[in-house]
């Protein structure tokens, strides 16, 4: 008899108990699959313009500076480890920090997350000073298609992560504004590091299409 009347109990309890998905991060992954189909066009063009002008690819990437593209690109991947510092302490339940701002091991989420800020900030003004240079070297946007590529596609990138600066300030804002850190609040940061994780293997992708291949 006992057997019988614990069963109904230890079932409804193991449906209390199941996990369903957040709605908010399930809608994110969605979107950013619908944003991996738009920079696919952008590719397209790029490799469309490499099979019909490849003299005019030949003499453009000869503009390009590696070497500050490269250094820019690891400030963009190293942005990425730090926002993900940032989602291990809001997953704790860990916003602020703890200790002296010097003791990196008691940063919080806000710290990483402003950190992560401050990163991607240099990435977008390192990409405005590379636009600067080219223009003065003779790539303005409408100097020929594979100026009108270039732009465009790093352009829509550089509005991408500039959408993500937004998104870590109102995060940031956010851990200030509620009295009890929850799991609302760690949610947005998840999702929010879920688009800058995109950004930046879209970044690492159009890096190498644009500055390596020959």
Partial sequence: MDAVTTTPATYSQALRSV?????????????????????AGLFAIYFTLRNTSPELWADRTELLNIPF??????????????AQIGVHNAEHFRPYRSGTIWNL???????????????????????????????????PIQADSYASAFYITTGFHALH??????????????????????????????????????VDVV??????????LK
């Fill in 161 to 198: 992560v500039t959408g993500g600066l937004v998104a870590f300030l109102l995060v940031i804002g956010r851990a200030f504004a509620v009295k009890n850190f929850g799991r609302k609040e760690m949610t947005s940061a998840i999702v929010v590091s879920y688009y800058w994780h995109f």
């Fill in 105 to 139: 091991r008691k940063w919080g989420m806000v710290e990483w997350f402003f950190l992560t800020f401050v990163m991607g900030a240099i990435f977008v003004s390192g990409q405005v000073w590379e636009y600067a240079t080219l223009i003065a070297e003779g790539m």
């Fill in 69 to 82: 593209a490269a250094v820019n690109t690891l400030i963009l991947v190293l942005s990425s480890v730090t």
């Fill in 19 to 39: 996990k369903r998905p957040d709605p908010v991060a399930v809608g994110t992954i969605v979107w950013l699959g619908s944003e991996v189909m738009f920079f």
């Fill in 203 to 212: 970044w690492l992708v159009l890096f190498a299409v644009i500055y390596f």
